[in-house]
């Protein structure tokens, strides 16, 4: 039986954020039922929101990242600001932020400070390159990060020029990741503890842990994955392959035993199984051009229906190139009921429930919030009344 108990429910978590990792790592947080309390500037917010408009008005991004969230108009510049951060800092378990490196230290909240004011309070600072060294003041977007981690290096077409970019935020969502697994980490110390901590996440380190096998691979100085496009580096036939009536199938062998059923069911070549060429995966893929002129003449005869219903016969593991589009109505997604409906300032819209379901609740999946949406209420909580919300708003605190 499902309980509306989640593990986060009472985690009051104030965010500092902008832009995706440190939002991307605040909306997990929410979805598990804690508090977010996201700070934003007046009249201006979280510069995510005017990335576009895609989603009914609404920037895509920030509507990805921001769900189930209360945002606090509030200009920390003013000094009636300080106050109010201060009491909702004495309320707080976790303080996140990803302001511009130094910023949060210069208005004193550094870990060190905060911690003797408030001794149970976790602290998150998010950034580009991490505090300390060389690169702790440059700024930090996340192709730019792609590209000192090495990922632009092993990712693109094999040309010098056609390096490529990952088509999602890869930087950020591993920051933001390490994020939320880090103060999930952090709240189950205090528990033994009593204590907070700080919790320090580089965008740069998040993705070089994510570039292990390349790294590994060329390790010594050996040479590193060859870049391959959409094709696996190293193994073949793993990757997309055109189909007689204009479609794209994506497939991928793993071992011999794949290679020889491939052969005899799918291609209806049995003999290319001992080809010297190809009888080992080192040499197919040192031979993958004759070999890949060989799949696409066996394919160029069959539709990209007809190639995966031969590839799931023989079990051979395969994928639709899906778009956008095709994404939206997979029918995989429908079967497992993975949408739901949260509310919006443009409306319902739909959102992919969170990937790891819990059988003992269900993730909370509430709305994304107007900018400055739930100030009067926060406020009013701390103790506000009208008269003074109403002075703040003239002075432009709020």
Not at 6 to 22: F, M, N, W
Not at 193 to 208: F, H
Not at 305 to 333: K, S, Y
Not at 364 to 389: C, K, N, Q, S, W
Request: hydrophobic share 45%; proline share 6%.
């Amino acid at each position: 039986m499902t309980q509306t108990l989640r593990p986060l429910d009472g985690i009051t978590v104030l965010s500092l954020e902008h832009a995706i990792a440190a939002p991307f790592c605040t909306r997990q947080l929410a979805d598990q039922g804690a508090r977010v309390i996201k700070i934003e500037r007046p009249a201006v917010g979280d510069f995510a929101r005017g990335y576009d408009t895609r989603v009914a008005g609404l920037s895509s991004h920030f509507v990805w990242t921001n769900r189930a969230k209360e945002s606090l108009a509030l200009d920390l510049k003013h000094t009636e600001a300080q106050p109010i951060l201060d009491a909702l800092l004495a309320e707080a378990d976790v303080l996140v932020q990803n302001l511009a490196p130094g910023a949060a230290a210069r208005m004193g909240l550094d870990f060190d400070t905060l911690h003797a004011r408030y001794p149970g309070l976790i602290v998150c600072d998010i950034s580009g390159y991490g505090e300390g060294g060389p690169y702790a003041s440059k700024k930090a977007y996340d192709l730019l990060i792609q590209s000192e981690a090495g990922f632009l290096s092993v990712t693109g077409g094999p040309a010098p020029d056609a390096l490529a970019k990952a088509g999602c935020s890869v930087a950020d969502i591993a920051a933001g990741m390490y994020a939320y697994t880090s103060i999930l980490n952090a709240l189950l110390l205090r528990g033994r503890s009593g204590e907070g901590s700080r919790i320090e996440v580089s965008m740069l380190e998040s993705l070089v842990e994510w570039m292990g096998y390349p790294l590994y691979y060329a390790y010594d100085g050996a040479p590193p994955p060859p870049r391959a496009g959409a094709s696996h580096s190293t193994i073949y036939p793993y990757g997309p392959f055109p189909a007689g009536d204009g479609g794209t199938v994506m497939l991928g062998l793993q071992n011999e035993r794949e290679w020889q059923l491939f052969c005899d069911q799918v291609l209806c070549r049995p003999e290319l199984a001992t080809d010297a060429r190809f009888d080992a995966n080192a040499k197919r893929s040192q031979h993958r051009d004759a070999l890949r002129a060989i799949i696409e003449a066996a394919f160029a005869e069959l539709s990209a229906a007809e190639v995966i219903a031969r590839l799931d016969t023989a079990q051979i593991a395969n994928a639709h190139v899906n778009d956008m589009a095709g994404v939206w109505q997979h029918p995989q997604l429908a079967a497992r009921d993975a949408w739901r409906e949260v509310a919006s300032p443009s409306g319902p819209l739909p959102a992919l429930l969170p990937p790891g379901r819990n059988s003992a609740y269900t993730a909370r999946m509430a709305a994304v919030p107007a900018l400055g949406e739930h100030t009067d209420a926060i406020l009013a909580g701390l103790g506000y009344d009208a008269e003074m919300l109403a002075t703040l708003r003239e002075r432009g605190t709020i």
